[in-house]
T-cell receptor, first 118, second 109 residues
Framework: DGGITQSPKYLFRKEGQNVTLSCEQN?????MYWYRQDPGQGLRLIYY???????QKGDIAEGYSVSREKKESFPLTVTSAQKNPTAFYLC?????????????????FGSGTRLTVV | GEDVEQSLFLSVREGDSSVINCTYT??????LYWYKQEPGAGLQLLTY?????DMKQDQRLTVLLNKKDKHLSLRIADTQTGDSAIYFC?????????FGAGTRLTVKP
């Protein structure tokens, strides 16, 4: 079955460590996204990528980094520069349509990674 | 305003109808969406509506769109305890999607 897989489901980070969250999709989707969700809040966009080897900052990119070396994979690294990383992280993907690459199809989301600083 | 706005909480009794409201921001949005999030899980696309439609019905779900007021609503008929979740409305915006903060629906037996 096609889908989008995030791993691990739970992750614990010590102060000063970098950690990497995995996101893999076998839907042949063009675009991939990382969101952060804090309790009682909506989704905030961290980074997105519409094509291999290219990505764009979202609203809260500071302290995070990404890569898109393969169409299927979009890992997110939470660096030690991110001062408040405890949150629920969601990865999503979608097809892009038309010349302007619109996102009319809606997103498919992974099941999320809960990151906690210990 | 610049945010997609939703009320944060809604509580209904099992068997009643639930209506979740949303105000979106961009009159040029071509699609509007409703997502459901269960505890500890990702978001699941429930339904969407194209901006040239006023209403879309899908089994127990009815979506109403008022483009003039930029108002979107989701009605769930015969609400069940399994419908308890957070519901997000979203609009497609340039190359991204803009989400509301989510409405937590609690269904009481």
């Amino acid at each position: 079955d096609g889908g989008i897989t995030q791993s691990p489901k739970y992750l614990f980070r010590k102060e000063g460590q970098n950690v990497t969250l995995s996101c893999e999709q076998n839907l042949n989707h063009d675009a991939m996204y990382w969101y952060r969700q804090d309790p009682g809040q909506g989704l905030r966009l961290i980074y997105y990528s519409q094509i291999v080897n290219d990505f764009q900052k979202g609203d809260i990119a500071e302290g995070y980094s990404v890569s898109r070396e393969k169409k299927e994979s979009f890992p997110l690294t939470v660096t030690s520069a991110q001062k408040n990383p405890t949150a629920f992280y969601l990865c999503a993907s979608t097809y892009l349509a038309g010349d302007r690459g619109s996102t009319n199809y809606g997103y498919t989301f992974g099941s999320g990674t809960r990151l906690t600083v210990v | 305003g610049e945010d997609v706005e939703q009320s944060l909480f809604l509580s209904v009794r099992e068997g009643d109808s639930s209506v979740i409201n949303c105000t979106y921001t961009d009159s040029s949005s071509t699609y509007l969406y409703w997502y459901k999030q269960e505890p500890g899980a990702g978001l699941q696309l429930l339904t969407y509506i194209f901006s040239n439609m006023d209403m879309k019905q899908d089994q127990r779900l009815t979506v109403l769109l008022n483009k003039k007021d930029k108002h979107l609503s989701l009605r769930i008929a015969d609400t069940q305890t399994g419908d308890s979740a957070i519901y997000f409305c979203a609009e497609n915006f340039q190359n991204d999607m803009r989400f509301g903060a989510g409405t937590r629906l609690t269904v009481k037996p």
